[in-house]
């Protein structure tokens, strides 16, 4: 039961891992380079989309992480697991104090309504993710390691 768990919250996590990493280096880059407003109505789009799934996603795969950690306490590669733990919850801390607050608004945006810094804003919240994305990037490398 505990190679199931281990196995899945990996592939959970991986693939946030996955998504974040191209929301940082694929699509965002996409959207930049979009013409006129489309890039901006872009990441709107996507604030709004993503924001409600990457919640449940953050918060699920760092309660997988919980469980394999207690489940799992006296076999190898558990500080590996309590660490990534750790990580997890140091990317959750960053997303509600630096970037949900930034999404939230710009989820909100048009080309009527946008304030006129947006770019740099949007450059502040790409900077955090960047960030975010290395965070959890050492957290799934830890769970790896921890199933060898």
Not at 71 to 97: C, K, N
């Amino acid at each position: 039961m505990l190679n199931a768990l281990e196995v899945i919250t990996t592939v959970v996590v991986g693939l946030m891992v996955g998504v974040e990493f191209s929301v940082a280096f694929v699509i965002n880059r996409i959207l930049d380079a979009l013409p006129d407003d489309s890039g901006q109505l872009g990441r709107a789009h996507g604030g709004r989309m993503l924001g409600a799934v990457m919640p449940v996603w953050y918060i699920g795969s760092l309660v997988l992480v919980g469980i394999w950690a207690i489940a799992g306490w006296h076999h190898d590669g558990a500080g590996l697991v309590v660490t990534a733990g750790a990580l997890l919850i140091l990317s959750v801390i960053m997303s509600i104090l630096l970037l949900v607050p930034i999404n939230n608004q710009g989820k909100t945006w048009t080309p009527e309504n946008r304030p006129a810094d947006w770019k740099e804003q949007m450059n502040r919240w790409d900077r955090y993710h960047y960030v975010r994305v290395a965070v959890i990037i050492a957290a799934f490398a830890l769970l790896v390691t921890a199933l060898t």
